[in-house]
C-alpha cells in the first residue's frame, strides 16, 4: 500500500477505516492526524531490511511523547539532540541506556545532563570533547567524511562549510586524545543530510564512511563498538516521487558492513518512521486575489517557506479538478505558502496536507498569535485519541513572568 493510499481512500478519506472529516468534527481544525498503523509498518519494513542494527528513533523529526512510547514499544531507541529531547524520551519510557545524545555547540550543562543520566554522546567537535575530558569511559564523535547527501542544501549536513562533524585527520587525534585520557568504549557518528530516496547513493556513502572509520580505527589504535550512520532515509512527498527501495539499502549495507571488524551498526531515522504516518486537516477560510486561504500556514507547516518542500494537498472530500492554485495560511507574510492544489475548493472546505508526520509539529510557531495545533492519532484498534490538545491562550501566558 502506497501512503497516498492510507489517507487518500478515493474521494472518502480514512485512517484505518476512520472517517478523517469526523475528526475533524471531533477536534476542530488545524489537526495533526497519525496512523499508528503506519508508524509500526514503516518500523517493522526497517527493522526488517535491517535485521542487526540498532535504531533510534530520531525525537526531532517528531517529539509528540505518544509516538516515542508507540515506537519505544516496538524496541526502538531515541536519538535526542537537547535535554527537553532527553526528558521527553524518558517520561515516554525510554530507557536512558538506549539513548543517544547527538547535539552541537551544546553547553557543558548539557552535556553533563546526558552523561549524569549515562547517555552516550556523538560529539560534535573535540572542544566540545574537551568540557567532558578525563570523565567519559564511551565515546563517540561525528565524522564529517568530506561530503554531504541531503535533499535541500538546509538539509544536507555533511561535506565542506557546514558546522557539522570532525574531518578524519582531526578524529584521529581526537580517538587518541579519548584513549589517552581513558576511555576505552569507542563509536562513530556520521550524518550528512535528509531525505534521501537513492538507495544507491546511499549505500555509497555508507560505504566510504566504512571505510573512513577503517582508517580512523587503525590510525588512532581505537575498536569501533558501534558505527553509527545516522539518519537520512526518505520518503516521497509527491505520487511522482519514487519509494527509497529499503530492502536492498539494508541488505547491501549490513553485507557491507559484515566485511570489516565493527561491533554493531546503528542507524538514527526520524522521518522514515513518522513523516508519511501524519497529515494535517485545515479548514478554507478565504479564497481571495486567487489564492486558496486556510488556517494551515508556515506556523504549522515551515517547511516550504525555509527549504522550497512540496506537500501534496488535497480536498478532504469532494474532489473536482480544478485551476491550480496556491495554498496559503493565516499569517502575514508572503513566504507563507504551503502548497499548491489542483482541485476545485470552496470556503468552509477541509483540506489535507500529506506527509505532515516529521518536522511539522515539532518546528511549528506561535507566530501571529496563533496556537500550536491539536494532534489526535488513530490506533490501530480503530479507535482515536488526542495526544496532544490544541495550545489555548493559558500556554501563551505560561512563561510569563
Ligand atoms: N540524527 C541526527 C544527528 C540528525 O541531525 C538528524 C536530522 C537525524 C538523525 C534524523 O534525520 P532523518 O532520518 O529524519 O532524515 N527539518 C528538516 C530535516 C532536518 C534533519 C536534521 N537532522 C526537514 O524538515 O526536512
New binding site residues.
Partial sequence: MGVFDIFDNGSRSTISGISLNRIADIYGTPVIVYSARRIRDNFTRLKKAFPEASIFY?V??NDNPRIIELLGGMGSGA?T?SPFEISMSIFAGIDTGNMLY?PNNASLRDLEFAYDRGITINFNSFTQYSKMRGKMERISFRINPGFGLGEFGG?T?GGSNTKFGLDPDSAILAYEKAREDGSSEFGIHM?IG??NRNHLQLYEAYSSFFKVADRISKEAGVKFEFVDI????GIPYSSADKDLDIASLGSMTTDEFSRHGFGHLVL?????IVGDAGIIIGTVNDVHNGFVGTDIGMNINI?PAL?G?RHMILPLSERTEGEEMTVTGQICENTDRIGQIAYRVMEGDRLMVLCAG??IYS?SSRYNGRPRPAEAMIMEDGTDRLIRRREDFSDFLSAVV
Fill in positions: 530520531s526531532k523529526a536519538d539532540a547527538s538539509i549536513t550524518m535528509s531525505n545516522g539518519g537520512g532515509l538514527e531515522p526520524g522521518r522514515y517547511r527549504y518542500a516529521a518536522y518546528m
